[in-house]
């Protein structure tokens, strides 16, 4: 399997918009891996997950033929994760010629409403998801987790499972235990986990909606407790703000010793 980062930021990006702050002057100033847009990423070619308003750059960074996508995740509500005008867009005169008629779209209830509100065009099919639930979408089954995040939403991370399997922890804080206790109940054994660290170094509670390095070690050493990583597991960092100064070089010298990956615009691994 592989999975590619198409972007790798929080809500502000990276170099943030409007920011003058050290990081983001040294980020336009290094360019490459330290220019970071919202973030998205795709599943071996075909499952998308999360619609962040970057997502037309994306595809045409990556070669990603948009209306070739069946099927799509979105993880909850927030702006640099979903950004509806594009699916209202998925229908001509806007769009011609789309190779899949449809395109089906696994979220929480309020991503859902909130397109049906807005008019949701009839070739994308809102599909509900709950906590906890499995479904087979194409070639892989897919399990949404309680995210800690978007408090009072349901915001969702998912395990999917194809030849391997991936855990894709993007936004979330601490894990909640039941999310522990479900892991090690279904016996689930990551391939690759990824996990979100928009703090790096500055503290977080674990009642907070993301994590840092600090948070990420003790869920990994609970995960490897249950038997769900080890060794062989592919550990991947992601989701950064430009307040924890996310500069490449500084965050991979910064996990060297834990060999874990730093994401970038455009990384692929393939696990």
């Avoid at 790798?8 to 983001?24: L, S, V, W």
């Avoid at 500055?202 to 990583?229: F, Y």
């Avoid at 550990?235 to 430009?242: D, E, G, M």
């Amino acid at each position: 399997m592989e999975i590619k980062y198409l972007g790798t930021a929080a809500a502000e990006a990276m170099p943030a918009t409007f920011c003058n702050c050290k990081y983001c002057v040294e980020a336009r100033r290094l360019g490459g891996k330290n220019i970071r847009t919202r973030s998205q990423s795709i599943v071996d070619g075909k499952l998308l997950i999360d619609l962040p308003a970057d997502t037309y750059y994306h595809f045409l960074q990556n070669g990603i033929e948009g209306d070739k996508i069946e099927d799509l995740l979105i993880t909850h509500s927030h702006g640099d994760h979903f950004y509806p005008t594009e699916l209202y867009l998925r229908v001509p005169p806007f769009a011609h010629g789309m190779r899949a008629k449809e395109l089906r779209l696994h979220a929480n209830d309020k991503v859902c409403k909130t397109l049906e509100d807005g008019g949701a065009p009839k070739n994308v099919r809102l599909c509900p998801m709950s906590p906890f639930e499995t479904r087979e979408i194409g070639e892989y089954s897919v399990t949404a987790l309680p995210a800690r995040h978007a408090f009072g939403e349901g915001a969702l991370f998912y395990i999917i499972k194809g030849e391997k399997t991936l855990l894709y922890a993007h936004d979330t804080g601490y894990f909640y235990d039941e999310v522990f206790d479900f892991i090690a109940q279904k016996g689930f054994k990551f391939d690759l986990a990824s996990f979100d660290c928009t703090n790096v170094d500055i503290t977080i509670s674990d009642e907070g909606s993301h994590m840092g390095i600090e948070n990420i070690e003790r869920v990994i050493a609970r995960l490897e407790a249950i038997g769900a990583i080890d060794g062989g597991t592919v550990k991947v960092i992601n989701h950064f703000s430009h307040n924890a100064n996310p500069l490449y070089h500084v965050l991979e010298e910064r996990v060297a010793d834990k060999g874990w990956l730093v994401s970038y615009d455009g990384m692929s691994v393939e696990f």
